[in-house]
């Protein structure tokens, strides 16, 4: 059971470069959510989906975008790269229950010089 | 501002001694809480929740202590054995969003030494 798996691991843009983080799961869960880890303040939600064709904003959306086109996949795209950006990248995916504890993919480390 | 603070950054104990982490919030609509644990370059686990019906939740070497008056929460691991050493995180939930917006503390380095 691969759970929450998220590509790349690692990479390098350039300001003002384009590319999309791929986060895929495979526990039919219908809530899916990206979130981004900098020093010193935590996980910090981007944006969310209660299931496909639904998504919403979190604490920080501005500059990123996201579709939910099937429950499987929940891809964030990044259309104009800026350092600030610099960060590590987590997607998570938790099942139907609102207590149920969100499943964490292995990040992706993206740096914008 | 920061809803949820872990407000050490690092705590170091001795092999089978307590940990005690802290987590301080100031959202009185939070009623539910979980504590996660993230080793490098992997993704955060669960460890333990608790409502915020209940004071104390209990999961093995991991108690979880809530203070709504005090808006605090605390995780105790006992005994602390060297593959706790982690960062844990505090995270909380608002009332009304059924779960969609978890909002996470900093995070508190935790290693146990040998």
């Known amino acids: 059971n691969a759970g929450v798996t998220q590509t790349p691991k690692f990479q390098v843009l350039k300001t003002g470069q384009s590319m999309t983080l791929q986060c895929a799961q495979d526990?039919?869960?219908?809530?899916m959510s990206w979130y981004r880890q900098d020093p010193g303040m935590g996980l910090r939600l981007i944006h969310y989906?209660?299931?496909?064709?639904?998504?919403d904003q979190g604490e920080v959306p501005n500059g990123y975008n996201v579709s939910r086109s099937t429950t499987e996949d929940f891809p964030l795209r990044l259309l104009s790269a800026a350092p600030s950006q610099t960060s590590v990248y987590f997607c998570?995916?938790?099942?139907?229950?609102?207590?149920?504890?969100?499943?964490f993919g292995n990040g992706t480390r993206l740096t914008v010089t | 501002d920061q809803q949820v603070k872990q407000n050490s950054p690092s705590l170091s104990v001795q092999e089978g001694r307590i940990s005690i982490l802290n987590c301080d919030y100031t959202?009185?609509?939070?009623?539910?809480f979980l504590w996660y644990k993230k080793y490098p370059a992997e993704g955060p686990t669960f460890l333990i929740s608790i409502s915020s019906i209940k004071d104390k939740n209990e999961d093995g070497r991991f108690t979880v202590f809530l203070n709504k008056s005090a808006k605090h929460l605390s995780l105790h691991i006992v005994p602390s054995q060297p593959g706790d050493s982690a960062v844990y995180f505090c995270a909380a939930s608002e009332r009304g969003t059924s779960g969609s917006r978890l909002t996470f503390g900093e995070g508190t380095q935790l290693t146990v030494n040998p």
């Open positions: 526990m039919n869960h219908e809530y």
């Open positions: 989906s209660v299931g496909a064709g639904i998504t």
């Open positions: 959202n009185s609509m939070f009623d539910y």
């Open positions: 998570a995916s938790r099942g139907g229950s609102y207590n149920s504890p969100l499943h």
